[in-house]
């Protein structure tokens, strides 16, 4: 289980967000058969693929390289 840990490094932060966004959130998240947290995952990461010279999937703190 320690070996499976070390593959990926997850983080957590809490995200407040506006009581609209949310709902709009979670309608669009029923929608599309997600759960929320997928939804925003998704959304997160296709984003950041967006512009793949800003995003290496590494831990470079978010700084451009």
Do not use: W
Request: charged share 30%; glycine share 4%; net charge positive.
């Amino acid at each position: 289980m320690h070996a499976e840990k070390q593959k990926k490094l997850i983080k957590t932060f809490p995200l407040e967000i506006e009581q609209d966004l949310h709902k709009a959130l979670k309608v669009k998240a029923i929608q599309e058969d997600k759960t929320l947290h997928c939804l925003i995952i998704e959304t997160l990461s296709a984003r950041v693929q967006e512009d793949s010279t800003q995003y290496h999937g590494n831990s470079s703190n978010g700084q451009k390289s």
